[in-house]
């Protein structure tokens, strides 16, 4: 036992967990640590911050799918530093020795310079913000209905910053809800009368997906509602609104999809990062001048031969934590490790109720179709058989119904309601 | 419009709910207010406590029950006061004036003025309790796995105090995590080593059943590896444990199903109380001395012919709620009231899997016969069909899995965990 070679893995995500599992035969000691217990299907997570899936739907704990495999460890735990030199993770409590080390611990988000932006503009990237960001939109439409008509619109304005795909698709859901889900629900406001605003700083939304499927992606909101404004930089986020230059929106909610920046522990690691914080590796996905550390996923700045980094995706990061696990088992049998070649299966991005765009290299797709492919992907890939059927379950209601199974407005200890209106 | 009667109703609970849904087709103005935006099936909380079901799974928007009677409107408030001179509630955010009051509150935790344990032994009323417990007992677990072998044991053991029908369902379930669910998921420990201790001050669990249905859960608690010690009251609980007199149990578990007092709302009416703070209304459920303000579930103490009080539990508070309706529609023809009959349809508990008791007054159901009433019942008294079949479908996989789908430890913004043994 103790003459194995120690694997250390931080994070729980898409590649840590790829990394843990690829290494199953093999004859090493694993511990994967993260900070949560669970690990989170990320793409789906607008659904949870929308009330159409519930947390658990969407996350499963890491110990469950990795209890099996026995030459793992599972430690919940966040890592602090990492001690290059004496081949050591610094652990909140305690720390743990390594052979070689796996680094995913991801992005967060990025308020450009702006942290004072955060608490009114809440972002997404954990199950928290996802129930947070569902609180905010559901007492929204409570408070309107309490206003007085003259003082309903704030509420009833929905900003989302930033028009990449987790923009795209918090608005679409955020029209949907407004149009639909809520539409019998109130008394005093019309919830259809909400406003949703998409601000993209780019010229287009979708930027990274070719031109047309962004033009189709603009037209398919349009469709549902939204407001898409391009081309425009958010200049301030306060409690009443949003600042564009000179132009005042006056919106309760802002959510913030624009942003984000690698995991601090990057910088514990002293090697080069790019602008966004993280890590420049090399081709085999190492970091500079340490053969015994790998950095994947979202916290790796890979570069491909065109020049461009590969996208920070799921499958991205799944298969830099396949090809890691791989050149581990190399370089414990003393051969060199190869390089790392991104093979792009596509890009999905779904608009509310069947509607969405695909671009899968030649085969560009939009409308029903894109939204079905984007439905069977996402299914397919969600951990767990238990997940997979309650999750098309819950599409298959919303689907037929329009409503969303879990608009609870939980976590918050007090109420700040305005005073009821003069109804 | 103006000439209706205006009800107000307090509470979304059972009783609120009922009486909202039994008024549809009578000329009045309801408005319903509730400081939640859902209704929660409380019979169920405890398998969210113990990760079996999602919060949504058993909890539903007040207002998409009620979207479709158009006599209801749906106020998202909390009521601070009553004013029954000039006939209006006292709300955080402003005023209700009413012609007809119906109270349904509901009851919280009583730490038998011992508040001080609150901290150390939280109680299972809400969502947010729910998920708190889930927190600390998966928690536990994992602080477990990374103690040092002989400082595992307080964190492996849980104390559930309070032998009635919410703490005999989680101590089964809690034994059922221990020995199944998480029988393969760490390394350091053996979850079955775990210790569930269940006290009961009483000289027997479930001490409302039958004596003899009160030995049967016990046995089948036992048979779960439960330990079942009646007779005892806790004298002491910290951070640390619970103390009973001399004696003391290290456990860094603590869970409260003792005590409950009825909502501080109850004070506002200014009219007698039991001890447990719950109104002593007359038999038709009015307040002594007011016509025009009803109270039901478990906010009130109704007497009955044997002199007994009608039991807090769901059927009742259902029961109190239509009779209330009927007596609103009576007065409001100028009819005399009618005093109020409890309907005892029976009593039912389960202990873990394919096990419970079931007092349906001649007939006595224990073991697998009484858990499958048990499931049938609850899942025909869920709102919504969607909730139905989710629910359905998780408890079939956790039956024939062992499996908990909802495993998540969510909501602590830091972890406290122990630093790690020496493994």
Chains 1, 2 share one sequence.
Do not use: C
Request: glycine share 10%; net charge neutral; hydrophobic share 45%.
């Amino acid at each position: 036992m103790s003459d194995q070679r120690r694997v250390v893995i931080i994070g729980g995500g898409f590649g840590g967990l790829t990394a843990a599992k690829r290494l199953r035969r093999t004859a090493v000691q694993i511990t994967l640590v993260d900070q949560r217990n669970h690990h989170l299907f990320q793409p789906l997570l607008y659904q949870v911050a929308t009330a159409a899936l519930n947390p658990a739907d969407i996350a499963t704990p890491i110990r469950s799918v990795l209890s099996s495999q026995r030459n793992v460890e599972v430690l919940l735990d966040r890592a602090t530093g990492i001690d290059r030199v004496a081949k050591k993770v610094i652990l909140a409590g305690g720390e743990l020795t390594y052979d070689y080390l796996v680094i995913g611990t991801g992005a967060t988000h990025s308020y450009f310079g702006h942290p004072e932006w955060a608490e009114n503009a809440p972002g997404l990237k954990s199950i928290e913000d996802a129930l947070e960001i569902r609180r905010r939109v559901l007492l929204a439409y409570e408070a309107a209905e309490r206003e007085a008509t003259s003082d309903q619109a704030p509420w009833l304005t929905f900003v989302v910053v930033g028009g990449g795909p987790t923009g795209v698709e918090l608005a679409g859901a955020l029209a949907e809800i407004s149009r639909h889900t809520l539409s019998r629900d109130f008394r005093h406001i019309d919830p259809a009368d909400a406003k949703v605003i998409l601000l993209e700083g780019e010229d287009r939304v979708l930027p990274v997906y070719p031109p047309s499927l962004s033009q189709k992606a603009k037209r398919q909101l349009q469709g549902l509602g939204v407001e898409v404004r391009t081309g425009r930089r958010v200049t301030a986020i306060d409690r009443e609104g949003v600042s564009i230059g000179d132009e005042r929106i006056e919106a309760r909610t802002v959510l913030w999809a624009a942003g984000v920046q690698a995991s601090p522990l990057a910088r514990a690691l002293d090697v080069p990062l790019d602008s966004a914080g993280r890590v420049l590796v090399r081709e085999d996905l190492t970091v500079p001048g340490d053969d015994a550390v790998f950095v994947i996923g979202d916290l790796a700045a890979v570069t491909q031969d065109d020049g461009t980094f590969v996208p920070g995706v799921a499958p991205s990061a799944i298969q830099e934590g396949a090809h890691t696990a791989d050149n581990i088992r190399r370089l414990i049998r003393g051969q060199p490790t190869k390089p790392f070649r991104y093979w792009n299966k596509g890009s999905l991005a779904t608009i509310g109720r069947a509607a969405g765009v695909a671009d899968l290299g030649r085969l560009r797709l939009s409308g029903a179709v894109a939204w079905l492919a984007w439905l069977m992907i996402h299914i397919f890939f969600l951990i767990g058989f238990r997940n997979r059927v309650l999750v098309l379950i819950q599409w298959a209601w919303s689907y037929l119904t329009y409503q969303r199974g879990a608009r609870l407005i939980t976590g918050a200890p007090e109420l700040q309601l305005p005073d009821r209106g003069d109804h």
